[in-house]
């Protein structure tokens, strides 16, 4: 028998789209060359444009999804996308928790591309004091890192990005990946922190177009990396070029956003009309 691909377990809720959640990481996972396993969180009524509703999971039967494989099978990374309620973010951490040496690749889902919003206050407390700290890596768009980095006892807090790094990094996370979607600038900037401040920056042709689930693509592609031992600094980089292809090759199945292409190396040749890769 050959050698079983490494094994990455993702937590996350369903997205009957395909384009973010559960089956984005699947795909994702799958493409990287890793076996996937999947914990459902949370069950979503939502399409290409955006979540019309959310069904967490019992924290019972969340930790009895995870509990039962981890039992089974040998599992290389972690990736904990978005998580439903305050009682699963605890109930994820105690299971993980019990595995310290696995890496860990948090995706901190708090709204959807729209802009609907997916966690409150009590579940983004439950993430700063449980999930943040045993963290290998998270990776938060900017506006995911002002809103988690924010002072809420100071309505005028305003940090800069590296300001939120820091703060996130503070909390015990060992590297934070911000992504610059969001920023107004010419081209995409993503900035990897780590303990002696940035580590790398990488900057990205902006394509057009709104995309849904570019995020869980990354988070993904890195704990896919991680678990087969590319080191942190290395496996961001190779995450980010394969989700920047992944988004040129988007596919816009609906009326709503366009759905990356998770497996864009076997669709043949690159159509020559396409943006040039980044440097």
Known sequence: MSEPFPLVMSFAATDPSGGAGLQADLLTISSMGCHPLSVVT???????????????????????????????????AFKIGMLGSVENIAAIAEVIADYPD???VLDPVLASGRG???????????????????????????????????????????PSLDECAKRLLQMGCEYVLITGTHEQTSKVINTLYGERGVLRSDSWARLPGIYHGSGC??????AALLAQNVDVPEAVKEAQEYTWQTLNAAFRPGMGQHIPDRLFWARGEEDEDQPERPN
Not at 123 to 132: F, G, T, V
Not at 139 to 156: F, H, K, Q, V, Y
């Open 102 to 104: 696995i890496p860990l």
């Open 42 to 76: 949370a069950i979503t009524v939502q399409d290409t444009s955006g979540v019309e509703d959310v069904l967490p999971i019992d924290p019972e039967w969340v930790v009895d999804q995870a509990r039962a494989m981890l039992e089974d099978v040998p599992v290389a």
């Open 116 to 158: 609907d919003e997916l966690v409150n206050d009590d579940m983004l407390d439950a993430m700063r004091e449980l999930l943040i700290p045993q963290s290998t890596i998270i990776t938060p768009n900017s506006m995911e890192a002002r809103r988690l980095a924010m002072n809420d006892d100071d309505e005028n807090d305003d």
């Open 217 to 222: 693509t990354l988070a993904a592609a890195i």
